[in-house]
């Protein structure tokens, strides 16, 4: 299975002007591709972290991709900081310029060919509903940070890694998590599944959201099927899927 | 001015099963707080990168908020792995373990009382009105997950680590971000302030905005006196506060 990493690039983010939407939405997407998302982080549009950031998540994961940064104004500094994650040269990309002279024609500025200003050796990935490609560089897909196109372009690299699948059950119960805690305890170690406890206090009908996850369904069922058993039947409001 | 990181642990937050709102609360209200958020990491439920994460933000800067892992179930394990990242014992806390106590009583199971086991040298902060309190190690404030108790524990530490404020004014724009670069940058370099230009293409009635901040209004004024007196009237859609 593949594992990933999101660096959402922006003091925006920081400061609570802006409310990310994009890791959330990477988070669904990479889970239903069967691929393992093991970090989100949110840096500041300052070099040294951005770089120490990037570096950190390529060395640690199969996937990164980054939100933000790649626009024209001088807060824009993620293109630069990813060369220098990767010790590389910047160098302007003869077909990004190309683009950006035939969209923006005699309204263009030195400030929009710096969005052509790529790593050394970085990959162009077209594909989906936007002309502007990805730029990738190693295992670092460079995304927008803007919501509509960062989606859309999330969708058009996910195929590339594709692997498998997740099942998941969930039981919804009127139980106090410390009076589950031994019993969820045991079904983990006694099949190959994992298992989550989220509790509630906001007066909805149950109390605790218990969550059985696999790459197969046989061992969520069974897992299903012991908590099931064991557990007082009028403490189970729901499980759903239901069995 | 204080600096601020924040750590959301959990595997349901990488797998898209719950989507956070604990940052973005955060965020905003540490910078009501003239607080400085540098950074937030999400990390799964995993002893490693809880250790390496708490480890780097604690060191990094004056204030960590952790959220998640602190209930009774066998996935909350933020309480041992602070205690490891400062390379404490685990200890039972004898006031915790008298809540637990009165609030459980017949109920009490050994996995509550989990919930006691802390740090060696760990601070209990009360206040608020919940009457589990905050623990703190060093610089870390450890925090629930679930949203309504982690919003009052952080209001409640909040006061704390206040300091000053932020004064922020924004220009919508009809304009493309690569023609009002150079001015914005221009203008950055001229006056003790922080200019962000956040466009978007989503049919509303701009579309950029730029913000001016800093932490005195007198600059910040400037700034945007600059900006419009430079722009072309046609341009400038609103100034919000208006001058």
Redesign the interface.
């Known amino acids: 299975m593949k594992t990933a990493a999101i660096v ?1 690039i922006g ?10 939407e994009n ?2 939405y990477a ?5 239903a591709a069967g691929v ?9 549009d300052e070099p040294d ?1 951005i770089v120490a950031e990037v570096r950190r998540c390529s060395q640690a994961v199969d996937v990164v991709v980054t939100s933000g940064g790649v ?5 824009d500094i993620t293109l630069e900081c990813i060369a220098r994650a990767f010790d590389r040269r910047v160098l302007r990309d003869p077909a990004l310029e190309d683009l950006l002279r035939a969209h ?1 024609k005699d ?6 060919l ?2 052509a200003d790529l790593p050394e050796g970085a990959e162009l990935v077209f594909g989906g509903p936007i002309a502007w490609p990805v730029v990738k560089l190693g295992n670092v897909y460079i995304l927008p940070g ?1 919501p ?2 960062f989606r859309a372009k999330l969708d058009a690299i996910l195929p590339a890694f594709r692997g498998g699948r ?1 099942v ?1 059950r969930s039981l919804y119960l009127q139980a ?7 019993l ?2 045991d079904v ?1 170690s006694r099949l190959p599944v ?9 007066g909805a009908d149950h109390r605790v959201r218990v ?1 059985v ?1 696999a790459r197969e369904s046989a061992p969520v069922d069974e897992a299903v099927r012991l908590l099931v058993l064991q557990l007082p039947p009028e403490w189970v409001v729901r499980v759903d899927p239901p069995v």
Chains 1, 2 share one sequence.
């Open positions: 959402l003091n925006e983010l920081l400061s609570g002007k802006i409310v990310d890791a959330a988070a669904v997407q990479f889970r393992s998302l093991r970090r989100i982080a949110v840096v500041p972290e626009g024209p104004t001088h807060d923006f309204r263009l500025t030195e400030d929009h710096r969005m803007v509509q196109i997740f998941l106090d998590e410390g009076r589950i805690a031994a969820l305890r983990e994992q298992i989550g406890s989220y509790p509630r206090f906001d969550t996850e």
